[in-house]
């Protein structure tokens, strides 16, 4: 395409003149067969006006057209830098250019590095490392998808539109490839930081604004209770299984994860006035505080194991991708015919533990130290008195059930 093509006209929005005779200037970028408007962000008097430019010889003319001048300028520079790399250049792409640079708009991955650099400052206080790393991949597809599809090296917030976050979620699964799951996640760390930038003020209208990725149905993630029995009665071939057996069972019975496990020591035992021992600790993913009462089993485990583990630590644990090796092993051996991680034993506290038991979901919330109970969209605050009463009754009905305890079968002297 000719730079002749490409064309930058000024016109005046006289249907919002104000009480001093001046209109807001607005310019109309041509190129090609493509067209877009744009605010000039500047007054200019109606009655200087002529045929795109001010009429005149004050100051106020000549600097309002040395600012035309300058956006005809910038326009035409960046569609010469565009079409270099690029076959086609819309008139579009070059106003979102045009506005971040002539303007010094907020622009999303500028604003995107600043929120991770901010939010790495509260790792270890109420943020995780892990969730760092999550905002820096998304931030890398994000840039990525800038560079490779629209040819860009950042774009402003006032550029974001549905028609943006459709074209990444398509990026995402076409180009990159990535798992229906871990779309979910990019998408929903992006629009966390525009959430930010909404709040505050840099932008007024929400992209993702019916929005709505698909979503993979979901797997069951918990054991059933056939499968939780044959892997609490199943012998196995050494003390090592048998002891990632337990810390497995400790989850599925407290709901605990395995980094809130890990950290577990003594001192996060209590004991009530009527004799019920808890768990009282604060959640590492979430900074949220949760108690547990501890039923029968994961009491058990807990004088199975005093005293064997270093550094005043509750249990003695593997490390995770040890114990999701071990649980690959348990698996097989109990004939358990579908991956096991360590993760499923705090689904099971939230289904056949607690919920399918009747304990009301409030109190399961509180005994997980979760923020907000997303599934139900109800927030509560649920006391010690009311999750000691729901697990009185969990008692009773767990005991009716059988799940409490379970027997030990003898291990073979076997080597794992």
């Not at 054991?223 to 012998?235: A, N």
């Not at 501890?294 to 644990?317: Q, S, V, W």
């Not at 689904?347 to 038991?357: A, K, R």
Request: hydrophobic share 35%.
């Amino acid at each position: 395409m000719n730079y002749e093509d490409v064309k930058v006209a000024f016109y005046l929005k006289v249907n919002e003149t104000n009480a001093e005779g001046r209109c807001p200037v607005m310019g109309r970028l041509t190129i090609g067969g493509s067209e877009c408007v744009f605010s000039a962000k500047m007054l200019a008097p109606r009655s200087l006006w002529v045929s795109g430019r001010a009429k005149g010889k004050s100051a106020e003319v000549i600097e309002i057209n040395r600012r035309l001048d300058e956006l005809r300028a910038s326009a035409l520079a960046i569609y010469r830098e565009q079409s270099v790399v690029r076959e086609r250049v819309t008139a579009e792409e070059v106003k979102c250019l045009l506005l971040g640079m002539a303007f010094g708009q907020e622009t999303l991955l500028d604003y995107f590095h600043s929120f991770i650099e901010h939010f790495e400052k509260r790792v270890g206080i109420n943020r995780t490392i892990k969730s760092v790393r999550t905002y820096r991949c998304a931030y890398e597809h994000v840039e990525r998808f800038l560079s490779e599809r629209l040819r860009l090296s950042d774009i402003p917030f006032s550029a974001l539109d549905r028609s943006f976050i459709d074209k990444f979620d398509l990026y995402l699964r076409t180009e990159r490839k990535l798992a229906p799951n871990t779309i979910v996640l990019y998408m929903s760390r992006l629009h966390t930081v525009i959430n930010k930038a909404i709040a505050a003020g840099i932008i007024t209208a929400d992209p993702f604004s019916g929005y709505e990725p698909p979503r993979p149905e979901r797997k069951r993630r918990y054991l059933t209770r056939e499968e939780l029995q044959r892997l609490m009665t199943t012998p196995f071939p050494s003390p090592r299984l048998y002891l990632i057996r337990d810390l497995f069972l400790f989850s599925c019975y407290t709901g605990i994860s395995y980094g809130d496990m890990y950290r577990l020591t003594a001192a996060n035992l209590e004991m009530a006035d009527d004799g019920t021992t808890w768990i009282k600790a604060t959640r590492e993913k979430t900074n949220v505080e949760f108690e547990i009462p501890l039923l029968d089993l994961p009491l058990h485990i807990i004088d199975k194991y005093r005293d064997t583990a270093p550094d005043g630590k509750m249990l003695p644990m593997y490390g995770n991708s040890e114990l999701n090796k071990g649980l690959k092993h348990l698996a097989t051996v109990c004939g358990i015919d579908r991956k096991l991680t360590f993760h499923k034993a705090r689904h099971n506290f939230g289904t056949h533990i607690t919920l399918s038991l009747g304990v009301p979901i409030e109190t399961v919330s509180r005994m997980m130290g979760h923020r907000r109970l997303m599934t139900t969209q109800i927030y509560a605050h649920v006391t010690d008195r009311k999750v000691d009463e729901d697990t009185k009754q969990l008692r009773k009905l767990s005991a009716s059930r059988k799940l409490e305890l379970y027997e030990e079968p003898k291990a073979e002297q076997a080597n794992d």
